[in-house]
């Protein structure tokens, strides 16, 4: 019983991340349609800031993790205005080709500032829990009350605020959202800074937790996919729920059945659930 | 008298001519860039500080001439792919004859596969598949010695130790790892031990908490960890976070530095590395610590312990072109090559085979050694069993 219950917490701790990835990915696609590939790459940008700013100059960590974030969301706004809004009325193939270029783009960029080595985002947490035989590091802890409180900040800001009904109106419905006075133009700019805040925040945990190097960013969106077909197109819930079905499927996966396959089967089981619920588990028939 | 004078002059000016100083390029493939750049950088470095040290001590004597290295160096990501088009770019289009490097064994084993009908000399460095010296390739040899000869060693120390349940974590996809465990099995078998759990990992995974979860409700007597240093030294960090205490033994020939990017020295503690006697500042010949401090002031960070395999490969380059007298004929310095002593200079501590550094497969073999970490340091312990001689043998009868 220790054991599932240590290897769900180890789940639910990567699920945190992918859950970050995924939201801001799925607010992406959901309402503007695009397939931000980009955004793995992005998110170790912020990560890789983070670890500038907190290795190179000294500044405190959560200080660097707040101008990481600011950073983050002025790069969303350059990435909807420069990259995609020019393509945005022409036909789909030609924002997925700006997505792949974007990827490319941003890697190498990364690859340039930060070089090719493996980096770690330092920090002082390094105390581990032990409650009932199951041991919880500082760190993760953290890290799964840091997405909580981003995934229940989205939620508010979707539900509650005038930006976020707008936000989703024009997801519903552009057309008439634009009736009902929605500025259409802004709601892309919004979406993809609160998008790319998001995959900062996953950067600086995955930087903390594991490691920035090259590629890893295009692992993340890969998962970051995945969750998004299993949780549902477009749906926050979704998101939330398929990140951590997912993080916990593959610990318990490799905990249980084989660490060669545990990717292997936490895909057979998105699939098998794909085949019940073709439009994923929070998705609309 | 003056067409004898002209005669001379024109025989003087000539001789001098060809007493110039020549410039011999000489090519790398090796990971710059990905997970294998670790191993894969930092010999590129090393080939070139060779290089250097070579040239300023008035470079290589051929007859008459003396050739200056010049370095061209290619990322080839230890990917088979990239190293292929790699090689052939140095081939075909820069025209380089001797080809070094070669940190990872999937590349490795893809250019091994053609490099033979090529008028080239490949010299391999870090990468420890077996495979690599049993194809009986005459124009390749390699300074690293097969995992599975370190392997072997490290079974019977752990064995020793009186472990009898060891639980394996490794990147147990990648031949060379894998050969490692077999051997290292084989001899834990023999003195009562068994491995209780074979646990895998990917090269580019950094979250090994499940499988560590599953091996602490194993409860081995020590846990062996095989794979490159960047996730190894997660699993060293992850496994003290999951309170799992009992000895931590590795293949990894990470340096203070990779590891303590992860790893706080604290979580490093105790941790056991069983690997060929590489590069260990605290334990390194003079040439060792001469080569970590030239190597230092070249490129402002420590060399990594296997890094001077590389080293080593273009000093036994040096001799053996020397020895052969051409940079020309390609097939007499790799003969040459099979002939020469271990060369002065070299930074790794060889065990020669009949006298010389490569035995007759092109495999040069070190003595394999126990390093543990102790206050921030890897510290040589002991000496593992290396019988070059023995192990040549039955290198020899192989064929795959």
């Not at chain 2, 490969?313 to 390609?330: H, M, R, S």
Request: charged content about 15%; some cysteine.
């Amino acid at each position: 019983m220790v054991e599932v219950l240590q290897q769900i917490i180890n789940g639910i701790a990567i699920g945190g991340v992918y859950v970050l990835i995924a939201l801001g990915l799925t607010t992406v696609f959901g309402i503007l349609g695009i397939a931000h590939f980009a955004h793995g790459s992005v998110s170790m940008f912020g990560g890789y800031l983070t670890f500038f700013f907190v290795t190179s100059w000294g500044i405190p960590l959560l200080l660097a993790i707040l101008i990481a974030l600011l950073v983050g969301l002025v790069l969303g706004v350059l990435i909807e205005l420069l990259a995609y809004r020019p393509v945005r009325d022409a036909n789909h193939i030609n924002a997925f080709i700006v997505a792949l270029g974007l990827t490319m783009m941003v890697e190498g960029i990364n690859l340039e500032l930060f070089g090719h080595e493996q980096v770690v985002i330092p920090t002082d947490f390094s105390r581990v829990f032990n409650i009932g035989g199951v041991t919880i590091p500082e760190l993760r802890l953290y890290v799964i009350l840091a997405a909580a409180l981003l995934i229940a900040a989205m939620t508010v800001f979707v539900e509650r605020t005038k930006t976020g009904q707008a936000i989703r109106a024009v997801a519903e419905n552009r057309d008439a959202a634009i009736l009902m006075g929605v500025n259409v133009k802004t709601i892309p700019l919004v979406v993809f800074a609160i998008s790319t805040a998001l995959g900062v925040c996953a950067g600086v945990m995955v930087g903390s937790l594991f490691a920035i190097a090259p590629g890893i960013g295009e692992g993340l969106v890969v998962k970051g996919f995945a969750v998004l077909i299993l949780g549902g197109l477009g749906s926050i819930p979704g998101a939330v729920v398929g990140g951590l079905v997912l993080g916990i499927t593959e610990a318990l996966a490799a905990g249980f059945i084989s660490s060669a396959y545990k990717d292997v089967i936490a895909f057979v089981v998105m699939i098998s659930v794909l085949l019940f619920r073709p439009q994923g588990l929070m998705g609309k028939a | 008298m003056r067409l004898t004078a002209l005669t001379a002059a024109m025989v003087m000016t000539a001789g001098a001519a060809w007493a110039e100083e020549k410039t011999l390029d000489i090519g790398v493939s090796d990971a710059l860039t990905g997970g294998g750049a670790v191993y894969g950088l930092p010999q590129t470095n090393a080939v070139k500080l060779a290089a250097k040290e070579i040239n300023a001590s008035g470079g290589i004597k051929v007859g008459e001439d003396t050739y200056m290295l010049n370095v061209i160096a290619y990322d080839d990501k230890a990917n088979p792919t990239e190293a292929s088009n790699a090689v052939r770019k140095l081939i075909d289009r820069d025209g380089v004859k001797y080809i070094l490097g070669f940190c990872c064994s999937g590349a490795t084993g893809a250019v091994a596969s053609f490099i033979e009908y090529e008028d080239a000399v490949m010299l391999v460095g870090n990468a420890a598949e077996r495979s690599i010296t049993t194809r009986e390739i005459p124009n390749l040899t390699r300074t690293r010695p097969p995992a599975d000869y370190t392997g072997a060693a490290a079974g019977t120390f752990v064995a020793e130790k009186g472990h009898k349940r060891v639980a394996v974590l490794g990147a147990l996809d990648v031949g060379f790892y894998a050969s490692y465990v077999d051997a290292f099995e084989k001899e834990l078998e023999k003195a009562g031990g068994e491995i209780v759990s074979r646990e895998a990992f990917g090269l580019k995974d950094r979250d090994m908490s499940p499988q560590l979860t599953k091996i602490r409700g194993q409860e081995p007597d020590a846990i062996l960890v095989v794979g490159y240093v960047e996730p190894a030294a997660f699993i060293y960090r992850q496994a003290v976070e999951l309170g799992i205490d009992v000895p931590r033994y590795g293949f990894t020939s990470g340096s203070e530095d990779q590891f303590t990017r992860v790893a706080t020295s604290e979580q490093m503690e105790g941790v056991w590395d069983l690997r060929p006697t590489e590069l260990t500042l605290l334990s390194a010949s003079e040439n060792g610590k001469a080569y970590h401090a030239n190597y230092t002031e070249e490129f402002g960070i420590a060399p990594s312990p296997s890094s001077p395999y590389s080293y080593d490969q273009t000093y036994a380059l040096k001799d053996a072109i020397e020895a052969a007298g051409t940079v020309e004929d390609t097939e007499a310095v790799a003969e040459a090559l099979r002939e020469i002593a271990v060369p002065d200079e070299v930074v790794m501590q060889y065990l020669p085979v009949d006298d010389k550094m490569f035995d007759e497969n092109g495999q040069a073999y070190t003595s394999n050694g126990a390093f543990q970490w102790q206050g921030g340091n890897w510290v040589f312990v002991q000496d593992l069993p290396s019988d070059a001689a023995a192990y040549s043998a039955f290198l020899s009868t192989l064929d795959d």
